[in-house]
């Protein structure tokens, strides 16, 4: 069974700091990684994706992650945040190349201060 | 640009009326659809996955009376909550699948609040 797991429900960040925002997931078969950002009463935009090739993909505005293998893992970061990337953030994980086939974590709620 | 339009944004709605969310393909033919609803702080619940010319095939624990979906073209698929009660109100959010040779990626609509009063 595939499961997604965005192990931080909530992270607030002071404005033009880096931040990190964890996302492991579990799969026994190859798949696609996505991270997409929710902005209140919106509906979900596609930040970035892994599909193959180099482990580091960069997205809009300014994100990046990092697909770890042997650590399941693809964190996403920015090196100095907005106070616009205040959103809902989340990680889903495609098995399969069907579209029914996505699995999404939780959510991590992003708050930057100013 | 979007890629994937929803309509309405928002609807009220009195108890026991049905109401009628359209989600639109703009620039691509999909024959699959996806039907999610959120409530507040929460992830995503699959409801259905919308087909085109066929019946909907819909997740476990999803009234397929209550939740009509239709899929009648390439571009178009609609979520009819029929007899609506105060507890269906949520935010509904459809999607549509691009696959093999299009990027293997969802892209999601704005998303309808529907609020049942």
């Known amino acids: 069974a595939q499961s997604v797991t965005q192990l931080d429900s909530q992270v607030p960040v002071f404005e033009e700091a880096p931040v990190e925002l964890r996302c492991n997931y579990s799969?026994?078969?190859?798949?696609?990684l996505f991270w997409y950002v929710q902005y209140p009463n919106q509906g979900l935009q596609l930040l970035l994706k892994?599909?193959?090739?180099?482990?580091l993909v960069k997205g809009i505005n300014g994100f990046e992650a990092e697909f770890n293998k042997s650590q399941t893992s693809f964190h996403l970061r920015k090196p100095s945040v907005h106070i616009s990337d205040t959103a809902e953030y989340f990680c889903?994980?495609?098995?399969?190349?069907?579209?029914?086939?996505?699995?999404f974590g939780t959510g991590t709620s992003l708050t930057v201060i100013p | 640009g979007a890629v994937v339009s929803q309509h309405p944004s928002r609807v009220i709605c009195k108890s026991g009326t049905s109401v009628k969310i359209e989600c639109r393909s703009l620039?691509?033919?999909?024959?699959?659809m996806f039907w999610y609803r959120q409530f507040p702080k929460q992830s995503l619940m699959l409801m259905a996955t919308s087909n085109e010319g066929s019946k909907a095939t819909y997740e476990q624990g999803v009234e397929k009376d209550k939740f009509l979906i239709n899929h009648a073209s390439l571009t178009l698929s609609t979520l009819t909550v029929t007899s609506a009660h105060p507890e269906d109100s949520s935010f509904y959010i459809c999607?549509?699948?691009w696959g093999q040779g299009y990027g293997n990626t969802i892209y999601f609509g704005e998303g309808s609040w529907l609020t049942v009063v």
């Open positions: 892994y599909l193959s090739g180099s482990t």
């Open positions: 999607s549509v699948f």
């Open positions: 620039d691509f033919q999909a024959t699959t």
């Open positions: 889903a994980v495609s098995v399969g190349g069907t579209g029914n086939q996505f699995y």
């Open positions: 799969s026994s078969v190859s798949v696609y």
